[in-house]
Nanobody
Framework: QVQLVESGGGLVQAGGSLRLSCAASGRTFRSYAMAWFRQAPGKEREFVAGITWSGGNTRYAESVKGRFTIFTDNAKNTVYLQMNSLKPEDTAAYYC????????????????WGQGTQVAVPS
């Protein structure tokens, strides 16, 4: 069993930055690959970035590559998403997820999900 709690969302002006945090707990959480997804109103849930706890494997959606960075702090059992150069189209609820596979964009590969944190970037 894995528990995930996101934090760090908020309202940021276009061009600004925000860092999301995902605190993981549970005896076996280190066995899982981690990812961030987002979902805007009326849209499908969309893969944003993924990572393994070792940091050796990362993957990014093309729409965020060069602007967002995913990384871990293993001592704090936390996965971060650093978001720079934010755009209005980044507005969404952001979810942390854990799954057994190497980071993949498919939401169905992830067994555990956080509650979500809202990011708003007004135009």
């Amino acid at each position: 069993q894995v528990q995930l709690v996101e934090s760090g969302g908020g309202l940021v002006q276009a061009g600004g930055s925000l860092r999301l945090s995902c605190a993981a707990s549970g005896r076996t959480f280190r066995s899982y690959a981690m990812a961030w997804f987002r979902q805007a109103p009326g849209k499908e849930r969309e893969f944003v970035a993924g990572i393994t706890w070792s940091g050796g494997n990362t993957r990014y959606a093309e729409s965020v590559k060069g602007r967002f960075t995913i990384f871990t702090d293993n001592a704090k059992n936390t996965v971060y998403l650093q978001m720079n150069s934010l755009k209005p189209e980044d507005t969404a609820a952001y979810y942390c997820a854990a799954g057994r596979t190497v980071p993949t964009p498919s939401p169905t590969a992830y067994a555990y999900w956080g509650q979500g944190t809202q990011v708003a970037v007004p135009s």
